[in-house]
């Protein structure tokens, strides 16, 4: 049996790993949680639940080394802990003269440990176990049985038995029989399992999974047609697993480092180890080179391949990750026919794959460690020959490829003029290609090789600030900001701003611009001076250019006239300059002034504002002013309550931006504002996906803080608390360090305040409401101001609202104050648009809800009612809006101010109804347990719920139970009617009858019995 000997598979990655190697790599840090592969896993429940309910199944996994299928199956077998038995065992790489039947053995040494010996036999119920016995001695019927070979009739008695353990094992629980390795299986295993498979249909409650490296199953490997033999079965499933995606690559660094990485790590470890997630774990927190462990391993791969094959990877490794074939034989020489038969060893090894007419290296990491095994000179001559033979023909290299190719080959042979040439045009190609972090990484090379070429610009055409201005601009587009303004700093101290003032004001211009993009501390001085600088009227465009920065940059930090004059002024040059770009600027800058801190309808068309903008964008040609314009337009929008049209315009901006490359700056703001408006408007399925989306992109600024707190508020409204601590922990990483900006600080502080009062920390939430009322000047941004206040008067008012036995001093100080404070604002904050009018009738609301809990309790009807009146104010509103969130909210708190009233419960009926249809349409969890709980207390059956049922204590009522709760509290009989919607009177009574019926002298005994009891053990 040739395919019997391990020794004739060609010695790959995983015949290292076996070989102990793997021993010495695991000095890496394994990740908590499993990063992506919620699907792999329901797809193996599902299986596991199909083989419970009578089908057979088995599935097939394969996968390359590493790639996460034992840790896949552990994950897997964890979650059946309780509902399924699961039964594991793993093939051995022992070569010919290994134990037949390891897994199988393996497999029953377990089940002997968990049920003993007697325990096993017990389950073979009588019938013979002489045959498990040579797997397992334990199970031997007598000791001194003879040790016959594996022939005929023992050897399908032993099968029966194996089949007939399984079958009762799994007539009381259903069985996950899992296999691993099965590329390393003997002949006797494989035969086992296909005997098995084959019987499934027998086996009621057996889900059979195999696993195997499939970069092990060379053209001879015996499990080959095994695998393919078992296929044709029709309950036999194969899959292979892939590799990880990046953003579940990302997920498992952040769990290996604790902390959340840096998108630039990402990019590496993820390009390095191809998703790999062996690979990931050693290359996270490794240094620029590649782990010793993890280089040994890869190099033990083609350690066993012939000298010429070898040597050719070498060259090969020079090129990139794949190489074209006839590039190979340019390169070396080498005739095709004869190259192809050099390196049939390698791709039998999997070691290079092949695709189309290209060889690919399997890792991107077996490349790197091939490449750093060649010589210092050799390094250098080859890829000399590598550019020569691309120069000659650019079509040895794909369509497109050729300028970054030659920059490459000649900046790695060390020849400096051709290296700046090529690293210029291909920097250009990039850019048309609109791959800014490529063209950035070309330009930073053009600018280190540019003082060692003597005749630099003659060489490419351009001075070395022009370069570096180009290197700021595209440095903008990448997002990286920073950078940028230090490219702009460097060309700065380049220019005479003497003689070329306009030049000079230009690129103050752009490094205000870049500045106030990466949220860098900043003043706008530059732009004061650069306006000196064209104050001649000699550079009058250059001029429009800088009032127009100057006006975005005004209406950000505050709302004074400047802005709009600044604005105005640029618009008026920029047109008679017929400067289109300019004006675009200007445009936008206009209409968000239009409908931010002034009443909006002061007759100008702030949507006509928006078209011109746009259309002079286009003229321009300008795609990042049109992606401005898509920002600034979806937000005024959903300022104005036109929730849907938002998120279009928001939505064709973000294909906007990936058609142009903006996604890494532009993507998150934008999804933000895609976002925002599904949830306003209910869609909230939608607005899931769009911001699971942008998180898993790259982003970078302080938007993506954004997308965690919205992420975060509506896990909360879901009811999801640790969903939304979690995500709220991952915006405050990104914000720390970060200057206050109202639109990502507030909401922030917005959420902390909401998520404390939540968990029941209501003396935190106002806390931080105090903070934030006294710190931060909230009159200039009322759009993220009103939310906030109304977060805070919400929390004053559920705790001044409290009943006074449960209420904490301490808290019901600092919440009059909050309260207070909140009060003083409100009345000074601007309004505009509906939504904010909407936001106001809310804070009111919550402001008369707290004042009329300071009112008596016992008349408080007169109150109440005006409460009543201020939440139907605010139904209303929303109603108008089309939000049901906030909608439902205040449906609830109108039922709730009609309760105390004569009419209460009648008038509370319909808008609680509403209110608990709304949240439960919704998935709107928590707003759902508040309207549950208030028709608890008020004893209103909701439609669709079930009648009021609580469970009561022994000889006493529901209503009993509940007043007994309220007086262990120490709450008066007054007290307890406000809280429970009935008379005082009422609930004397209530207490009379409980302390008769048990037989109490006072309402202390009554409690301290109720206690002794158990009566009010879940009362807390
Ligand atoms: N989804 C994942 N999330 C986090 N870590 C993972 C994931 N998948 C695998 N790993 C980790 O990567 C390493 C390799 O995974 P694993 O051992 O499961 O690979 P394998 O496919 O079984 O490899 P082999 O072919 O060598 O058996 C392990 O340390 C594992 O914990
Ligand atoms: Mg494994």
């Not at 290209?358 to 077996?366: K, P, Q, S």
């Not at 800058?589 to 746009?614: C, W």
């Not at 300071?854 to 108008?880: C, F, I, M, P």
Request: with cysteine; net charge negative; glycine share 8%.
């Amino acid at each position: 049996m040739p395919y019997e000997s391990i020794a004739c598979t060609p010695r790959g990655l995983a015949q290292s790993l076996a070989a102990g190697i793997l021993d010495n790599v695991n000095a890496c840090h394994v990740s908590p949680v499993v990063a992506g592969r919620a699907q792999e896993l329901a797809a193996l429940q599902q299986s596991i639940a199909a083989a419970a309910s009578g089908e057979p199944v088995a599935v097939l996994v394969g996968g390359e080394t590493g790639v996460g299928k034992t840790r896949l199956i552990t994950e897997f077998a964890d979650r059946l802990t309780g509902s399924a038995r699961t039964l594991t065992g793993g093939c051995l790489e022992l070569g010919p003269a290994g134990l037949p039947f390891a897994p199988f053995t393996g497999v029953l040494r377990q089940l002997v440990r968990e049920l003993g010996v007697d325990g096993v036999r017990g389950l073979l119920a009588g019938r013979s176990a002489s045959e498990l016995g040579r797997l397992l001695p334990e199970l031997a019927e007598s000791a001194d049985q003879p040790a016959e070979a594996y022939r005929g009739e023992a050897r399908a008695r032993l099968f029966e038995q194996v089949l007939g353990l399984l079958e009762r094992l799994a007539q009381a629980t259903p069985v996950a029989l899992i296999i691993e390795d099965a590329h390393w299986a003997d002949r006797s295993t494989r035969d086992l399992l296909t005997f098995l498979i084959g019987n499934l249909p027998a086996l009621r409650g057996l889900l059979i999974v195999v696993t195997f490296r499939s970069d092990e199953l060379t053209r001879m490997h015996p499990l080959r047609p095994l695998l393919a033999e078992l296929e044709r079965i029709s309950w036999v499933e194969r899959t292979e697993l892939p590799r990880l995606t990046r953003a579940a690559a990302a997920e498992q660094m952040a769990a290996i480092l604790g902390r959340e990485p840096a998108e630039t790590q990402v990019d590496t470890v993820f390009r390095r180890s191809d998703g790999n997630p062996l690979f990931v774990e050693h290359l996270v927190g490794g240094d620029a080179g590649v782990p010793a462990s993890l280089r040994d391993l890869m190099l033990a791969s083609v350690q066993r391949l012939p000298e010429q094959t070898s040597e050719l990877l070498r060259v090969a490794s020079a090129c990139d990750v794949s190489v074209g074939h006839a590039l190979l034989a340019k390169v070396t020489g080498i005739d095709g026919d004869e190259l192809s038969r050099a390196l049939r060893p390698a791709v039998a090894a999997n070691v290079l794959l092949i695709d189309g007419d290209r060889y690919v290296f399997r890792h991107a990491l077996i490349r790197e460690v091939m490449h750093s095994e060649l010589l210092p000179g050799e390094h250098s001559g080859l890829h000399e020959r590598y550019a020569t033979a691309i120069a000659a023909d650019p079509t040895l290299v794909p369509a497109g490829r050729a300028p970054i190719s030659l920059a490459h080959h000649w900046h790695s042979a060390h020849h400096l003029t051709m290296a700046l040439a090529s690293a210029w045009q291909a920097a250009a190609e990039a850019g048309n290609a609109l791959a800014y972090a490529e063209q950035l990484d070309m330009l930073t090379r053009v600018l280190e090789l540019w003082d060692r070429v003597s005749d630099a610009p003659q060489r490419i055409g351009v001075d070395h600030v022009s370069v570096l201005t180009t290197a700021a601009e595209v440095a903008g587009m990448s997002g990286e900001s920073d950078r940028g303004v230090a490219f702009a700093t460097a060309a700065l101290r380049e220019v005479d701003a003497g003689t070329e003032p306009a030049r000079a004001a230009l690129l103050l211009d752009l490094r205000a611009s870049l500045a106030e993009q990466g949220d860098l501390l900043m003043s706008s001085d530059d732009l004061m001076v650069a306006m000196q600088l064209v104050a001649d009227g000699r550079h009058e465009a250059v001029r429009a250019r800088v009032l127009a920065t100057l006006a975005h940059l005004l209406h950000k930090e505050s709302k004074d006239s400047k802005a709009h004059a600044a604005a105005a002024e640029a618009l008026a040059i920029a047109r008679a300059e017929n400067e289109p770009r300019t004006q675009a600027e200007a445009l936008l800058t206009l209409a968000v002034l239009e409908t931010e801190g002034s009443p909006i309808s002061k007759g100008l068309d702030v949507l006509g504002l928006f078209a011109a903008a746009r259309a002079a964008a286009e003229q321009a040609r300008d795609c990042s002013v049109l992606v401005q314009a898509a920002i600034n337009e979806s937000h005024v929008l959903e300022g104005l309550g036109e929730h849907l049209l938002a998120a279009e315009v928001a939505r064709s901006g973000l294909a906007e931006a990936a058609r142009y490359g903006l996604s890494r700056t532009s993507g998150a703001i934008l999804a933000v504002n895609v976002a925002e408006p599904l949830i306003s408007a209910g869609n909230w399925a939608d607005a899931d996906e769009v911001i699971a989306g942008a998180i898993a992109a790259p982003s970078t600024g302080p938007h993506r803080s954004s997308l965690w707190v919205i992420a975060g508020s509506l896990a909360l409204a879901r009811g999801d608390l640790p969903g939304a601590a979690d995500a709220l922990g991952r915006a405050s990483d990104l914000l720390a360090g970060q200057r206050f900006r109202s639109q990502s600080h507030l909401p922030h502080l917005q959420l902390q305040i909401e998520l404390a009062a939540a968990r029941d920390q209501p003396g935190q939430a106002l806390a931080i409401a105090q903070d934030t009322l006294a710190v931060h000047d909230l009159l200039p941004n009322p759009r993220y101001a009103w939310p906030l206040l109304r977060a805070a008067a919400g929390v004053a008012a559920d705790v001044l609202t409290r009943p006074p036995a449960a209420r904490i001093v301490e808290d019901a100080e600092l919440a009059a104050g909050v309260l207070a404070t909140a009060r003083q604002v409100g009345a000074k904050l601007e309004v505009s648009g509906p939504v904010q009018a909407a936001l106001q009738l809310t804070f009111r609301a919550e402001v008369g809800r707290a004042d009329a809990a300071s009112a008596d309790v016992s008349v408080a009807d007169g109150a109440s009612a005006d409460t009543g009146t201020l939440w139907w104010a605010a139904v209303a509103a929303w109603d108008q809006l089309g939000e049901p969130l906030p909608l439902g909210y205040a449906l609830y708190r109108a039922a709730e101010a009609a309760l105390p009233g004569s009419a209460g419960r009648g008038a509370a009926v319909t808008p609680l109804a509403r209110a608990a249809g709304i949240a439960r349409e919704l998935g709107a969890g928590r707003l759902l347990a508040e309207v549950a709980e208030l028709a608890r207390r008020a004893r209103i059956t909701l439609p669709g719920e079930p009648a009021v049922t609580e469970p009561a204590s022994p000889g006493l009522t529901a209503r009993e139970t509940e007043v007994l709760r309220l007086v262990a509290t120490g709450a008066s009989n007054a007290a307890i009617a406000a809280e429970l919607f009935i008379s005082p009177k009422t609930v004397s009574v209530h207490v009379s009858s409980v302390m008769a019926k048990l037989g109490a002298g006072s309402r202390g005994e009554a409690v301290a019995i109720a206690h002794r009891r158990g009566l009010l053990a879940d009362a807390s």
